[in-house]
């Protein structure tokens, strides 16, 4: 592996551009620089960028769910997205471009419950804190009657989560489920949750996609005119939410504002249809179970064991942790040992052990590259005979970038995963890779190119 890293630290190389899953935005934005400013940086260093989308566009970009190679454009040098690919869609690809693809676990993130309260809600104040129930009935559609208000209201639902001396017309209101607009990574990572915690409801709807069950208020995002990814969805409900809840990763809800006690938030016109002044928040969730009382769980936490370590064990849908992970050309969403819900982080009996205060939501992202850019279609598509970005460039330049990102010692400079062990800064919203997926995943990094 060492001698592995050494030889691509040497190569020549150039710009790269990776795209997909807006999780990982701020994380690429912060390793990129990293990267590129390294004493033993790769050639083109000013010109690395990443696209935040979503998970759908990147895995469409390389044919994992039915596109056609580099549609829509650009076509990436790396692939992320927080769904990895099945099997099927793997040999689909693997088909079409004529090579392997390599799935590669880069890190993991918190997925925070957000709230739209509307601002007519009185006597409101403080955290919210919802239990696994309630999170289920909500986003389902089946939160029963509570205090004397109706099923599916803010009134009901701030009712069963212990709220008192409330008023106002706004707990009248129903709750708008706000969802992605689009395939992603980061509802697939949401939706698993809550498939851990009812699977009779949610496994035939375990999946990154816009179909939710058909009791759900749903608004999908229409905050921008460009699906921006899980920043869309969070500027969404901050804008222009009022009686939404929604989801999104901890990075983009902390930057449209969001903390987890319960503030007032103007809201913005932007190009959103309408917008009035609410009460937002994240909610903190329960983290013992099923069990009563619940315990609860904060996305993040100024003590760092709580936030860093076992709210991040990879688990199966039993929660044991696999004896081995995927290698490879493998699939991290149906693998052998769990084919209906993958490797996943989400635990919602995450604060049983050993902390009481871990949080269970937390999304294992991943970046997608090949084992061979020089071959099939894939190497006809880079233009293996261009002089100005030659298929051995990109494959170099992609296959070195990914092994520092996966690196968890000193490679070219300050290494990916080390970077993710600091307390300040936008690394405070992401989780390194545990021991052993981590081990695999520089396994599967040695493997491009």
Not at 245 to 265: K, M, R, W
Not at 301 to 308: H, Q
């Amino acid at each position: 592996m060492a001698g592995a890293m050494a030889g691509q630290a040497s190569a020549a190389g150039i710009a790269i551009q990776g795209g997909g899953a807006s999780l990982q935005n701020v994380v690429q934005g912060q390793w990129l620089a990293n990267w590129g400013t390294s004493t033993r940086k790769i050639s083109g260093g000013s010109g690395l960028t990443y696209v935040s989308d979503s998970s759908g566009r990147c895995l469409n970009n390389w044919g994992f769910t039915g596109g056609s190679l580099g549609s829509p454009t650009p076509m990436f040098d790396y692939c992320s997205s927080d769904d990895p690919p099945s099997t099927a869609q793997i040999a689909a690809s693997n088909l079409l471009t004529g090579t392997t693809a390599v799935t590669v676990p880069v890190t993991q993130a918190p997925v925070a419950v957000i709230l739209g309260i509307p601002s007519t809600v009185t006597g409101l104040s403080g955290q919210v804190s919802l239990t696994n129930a309630l999170l289920n009935q909500t986003f389902a559609g089946t939160l029963p009657t509570n205090g004397g208000f109706a099923a599916n209201t803010w009134g009901a639902l701030l009712t069963a989560a212990g709220k008192t001396g409330l008023g106002g017309a706004g707990l009248n209101t129903r709750i708008k489920v706000e969802g992605r607009s689009s395939t992603s990574g980061t509802t697939y990572a949401f939706k698993n949750y809550l498939a851990k915690v009812d699977s009779t409801t949610w496994l035939r709807f375990n999946d990154g996609t816009t179909t939710w069950p058909s009791g759900t208020n749903l608004e999908l995002t229409r905050c921008s005119t460009a699906n921006s990814g899980g920043s869309q969805l969070a500027g969404n409900v901050a804008a222009a939410g009022e009686g939404a809840i929604g989801y999104a990763n901890l990075a983009d809800a902390v930057t449209a504002g969001f903390t987890n006690t319960l503030a007032s938030h103007a809201g913005t016109a932007a190009d959103c249809t309408t917008s009035a002044p609410h009460l937002i928040a994240y909610a903190l969730v329960q983290n013992n179970g099923s069990t009563s009382p619940a315990t609860y769980g904060d996305p993040i936490s100024s003590d760092r064991a709580n936030v860093r370590t076992d709210r991040s064990d990879f688990t199966t849908t039993d929660n044991r942790v696999p004896s081995s992970y995927p290698s490879g050309g493998g699939s991290w969403f149906d693998p052998s040992s769990d084919p209906s819900l993958g490797i996943t982080a989400n635990r919602p009996d995450a604060g049983l052990s050993p902390a009481s205060n871990k949080y269970g939501i937390v999304a294992v992202t991943y970046m997608i590259v090949f084992d061979d850019y020089q071959t099939g279609a894939l190497g006809t598509a880079y233009g293996r005979n261009s002089p100005a970005r030659s298929t051995t460039d990109v494959e170099d330049t992609a296959c070195n970038y990914v092994r520092y990102v996966v690196s968890a010692s000193p490679f070219l400079g300050i290494g990916g995963q080390q970077f993710l062990s600091s307390t300040t800064g936008p690394a405070r919203y992401y989780a390194a890779l545990p021991t052993n997926p981590g081990t695999a995943a520089r396994n599967n990094a040695a493997l491009c190119g």
